[in-house]
């Protein structure tokens, strides 16, 4: 059989060598180059069959990015008259809506290569191609190669470099995945000796205090969270489970019997965005314990699990773009979305990342609020295996949660009062500028010079993180009938995402938009609803760390959330939204009326005189 393909190998070679656009065309100008592989990839010595699909993404430059932008920002800032009005699927998508020079160029091109889409994102803007791995070596001057990641032992398809016709370049942003080697991140909670976000497992029973085992009943209690069922129509709460991360149903009984029997019956939904089946029956630690605090802190609010199936290749960016990509083409965006899975800045690199955060943005912009976990190794990043191998070098920025559309949650410890956990990754972005919903904040920290030994190690005008924090360690949830331990911002994450959606209950129940994008009121009006931690720190890459400190600071953020207080904050964004709206009403209003008020005296006045 291995002989009989050969003809077809030849034949398939041949006719790739006689596309135009192959390697040596004359038309393909190098987009990107490395000189060799990262440190830590590999190339693996198996060949790659030249019939093997390939699937590309070419991403094109949208048409009105700082329009998405300013529209974000003004349905979420409480001082502006269009807070809460939220954009349509259709707006959203006609701001970033691909510019039609554009279309036309690329899709020309690829018609002129034999190539068509398999399928496009929601707004047009993503080309999604599936091809043989031959042909688009030919389209793209490449030579992709598979390589392995060896601390993950993962195996990914790139290239070293790719190019595309000279005429193209002002059409495509870029190609993925071409020359982006991004290691595969790990689960955000998993038994290890070597992260710092690991569990242990104890006796369920072991302890009935707060300050050592965290349940629903303690974050209720310490947060003021209210323990009645939401009643709102319309409300969500959505967590993502990436590597085949997936919950179970009994997992989730057996905890709500023990931690929550008064609301034992309740379940959720699992969406995976591949349409593959799911077996609930066992679960894996992050997804279960992200629904189980879900469920068992929102009660009554619907939570769904949103799961990528493919376990073999670990946890890839992949996955957080396929993720937003699935709920940006949705008719209606979650309400409220938790990740607890990062990756580095320094990893993703800035092309992808300002792309994946504007699609962040687009759901912020439809009512969603976005919020992700800060990390977990302090000043060095995200799941760094080694905090001091940044030692001497700049601090590392984790993201998503660097993105300035998202809400980034860092982690406490410690009840009364509560401690900056000093795993809690926070410091400021080196490719974001700080957005200036926060630059008040931020900058009184700064001002306070504390921070003159890391000079020329973060970068004080990049986006700062976390935006607030919760309580983060000695979570008991259920794993397979067992109970267990865990801690991490994982943690501390989808409890705040749960306190958000019953927030957005209260505000679904008058007939109020939800809250969407947290971060321009959390800013504005929302410090005084945090409890603020003012000790801790958050050391790594050989250093101490940031200081924990009076007001906002880079590992615990603006504070601990109160639900009542927050109430507070947002009945009254919406009454002041209300007076804004009155008084430019009346200002639309009177000046017609002045109009017509005077052009009928006048009309009055000269018939008059006629007579």
Same mark, same amino acid.
């Given at each position: ?6 003809? $077809? ?31 830590? $990839? ?138 982006? @080697? ?12 070597? &992260? ?35 009643? =709102? ?5 959505? %967590? ?128 969603? &609020?976005?919020? $992700? ?35 980034? %949650? ?72 067992? @109970? =267990? ?89 919406? %009454? ?36």
């Amino acid at each position: 059989m291995r002989f009989a393909a050969l003809p $077809f190998f030849l034949s398939l070679a041949s006719a790739v060598n006689s596309l135009p656009g192959s390697v040596g065309d004359s038309e393909l100008v190098i987009r990107s180059e490395l000189p060799a592989a990262p440190k830590g $990839f590999v190339p693996r010595t198996l060949a790659v069959l030249p019939d093997e699909l390939v699937h590309l993404t070419i991403a094109l430059p949208q048409s009105n990015v700082s329009g998405l932008h300013a529209a974000l920002l003004e349905v979420s800032d409480p001082d502006h008259p269009n807070y809460g009005r939220h954009l349509s699927k259709a707006e959203v998508e006609q701001l970033v809506a691909p510019v039609p020079e554009s279309v036309k160029a690329v899709t020309e091109w690829l018609n002129s290569k034999g190539v068509s889409p398999a399928g496009t994102s929601a707004s047009g803007d993503m080309l999604h191609l599936r091809v043989p791995t031959a042909h688009a070596n030919a389209l793209f001057g490449a030579n992709f190669t598979m390589y392995m990641h060896e601390d993950t032992n993962t195996t990914m398809l790139r290239t070293l470099s790719y190019a595309v016709p000279e005429h193209l370049h002002e059409h495509i942003k870029y190609v993925y995945p071409t020359t982006q @080697f991004i290691p595969p991140t790990k689960q955000a909670m998993f038994h290890s000796s070597n &992260s710092r976000t690991r569990r242990t497992r104890r006796d369920a029973g072991a302890s009935s205090s707060c300050e050592d085992t965290m349940t629903p009943q303690c974050l209720q209690a310490m947060y003021n969270i209210p323990s009645a069922p939401a009643t =709102a129509q319309n409300n969500s709460l959505y %967590v993502t489970g990436l590597g085949g991360q997936v919950a179970s149903t009994s997992d989730l009984q057996a905890f709500l019997h023990q931690l929550r029997p008064d609301i034992e019956h309740n379940s959720f939904n699992t969406i995976p965005i591949d349409g593959s089946k799911v077996d609930t029956s066992k679960g894996t630690d992050e997804a279960d314990f992200d629904i189980q605090y879900s469920v068992g802190l929102a009660t009554g609010v619907p939570a769904t699990l949103l799961t990528s199936a493919n376990k073999s290749r670990g946890i890839i960016l992949e996955d957080l773009m396929d993720m937003v990509d699935f709920l940006l083409a949705q008719d209606e965006a979650p309400l409220v979305l938790t990740t607890s899975y990062l990756f580095t800045e320094e990893d993703v690199g800035k092309e992808l990342a300002q792309s994946i955060c504007n699609a962040y943005a687009q759901l912020g912009a439809r009512g969603t &609020s976005v919020i $992700f976990s800060s990390g977990d190794c302090g000043v060095a990043g995200g799941f760094l295996d080694d905090p001091a191998s940044c030692e001497d070098k700049p601090f590392v920025p984790t993201f998503p949660s660097t993105c300035p559309y998202v809400t980034s %949650v860092g982690a406490t410890e410690g009840i009364n009062p509560p401690v900056a956990a000093s795993f809690t990754s926070g410091g400021f972005s080196n490719f974001f500028p700080r957005p200036s919903y926060q630059d008040g904040a931020v900058q009184t920290y700064l001002d306070r010079g504390t921070l003159a030994a890391y000079s020329g190690r973060y970068n004080a005008a990049g986006r700062a993180y976390p935006d607030v924090s919760a309580h983060g360690v000695d979570y008991l949830y259920n794993l397979g009938g067992d @109970f =267990a331990y865990a801690y991490g911002t994982s943690t501390s994450t989808p409890a705040f995402a749960s306190l958000v959606a019953l927030l957005n209950d209260r505000l679904l129940n008058v007939g109020k938009a939800p809250l969407g994008f947290l971060n321009p009121l959390l800013y504005s009006r929302g410090a005084g609803a945090f409890t603020d931690v003012t000790s801790g720190s958050n050391p790594g890459c050989g250093t101490d760390g940031f200081p924990a400190d009076v007001g906002w600071d880079p590992v615990s953020g603006l504070g601990t959330p109160d639900f009542d207080k927050l109430l507070d904050v947002v009945a009254g964004a919406n %009454v002041a939204r209300n007076a804004q709206n009155g008084a430019t009403r009346t200002w639309v209003i009177s000046p017609l009326l002045v109009f017509a008020w005077t052009f009928g005296l006048s009309f009055g006045l000269i018939y008059g005189l006629m007579l």
